[in-house]
């Protein structure tokens, strides 16, 4: 079974830091565009950062750049989100995904990924 599993969320104050992790089984994602997204109450799932199969390019929502770090191990089937400078407008439920076919024109689609994990919250008091 192919399953992403992300975890280290939780409660933190303005200003502060996070790392998340999702860890990947059943397959090897070493070949998969990684991305992580989020999904804040009442809104849509927008995404947030995404890595190349090599871990040489990244990309990032401008909502997050400066703060937020995407990075890999593929030798461990792993891919890491750290996030500093937290603010309340981050707060959400932060989820790993997998693109099979990376491409940059859709490496921002959801719909373009194949395999998500389940989730993480994330909650960033003021």
């Known amino acids: 079974q192919v399953q992403l599993v992300e975890s280290g969320g939780g409660l933190v104050q303005t200003g502060g830091s996070l790392r998340l992790s999702c860890a990947g089984s059943?397959?090897?994602?070493?070949?998969?565009?990684m991305g992580w997204f989020r999904q804040a109450p009442g809104k849509e799932r927008e995404f947030v950062a995404r890595i190349s199969p090599t871990g040489v390019s990244t990309y990032y929502a401008d909502s997050v750049k400066g703060r937020f770090t995407i990075s890999r191990d593929n030798r461990k089937n792993t891919v890491t989100l750290q996030m500093n400078s937290l603010r309340p407008e981050d707060t959400a439920v932060y989820y790993c995904?997998?693109?099979?076919?990376?491409?940059?024109?859709?490496?921002?689609?959801?719909?373009?990924?194949?395999?998500w994990g389940q989730g993480t919250q994330v909650t960033v008091s003021s």
């Open positions: 995904a997998a693109q099979t076919f990376p491409t940059l024109a859709t490496m921002t689609l959801l719909g373009k990924y194949d395999y």
């Open positions: 059943g397959r090897t994602f070493s070949k998969d565009g």
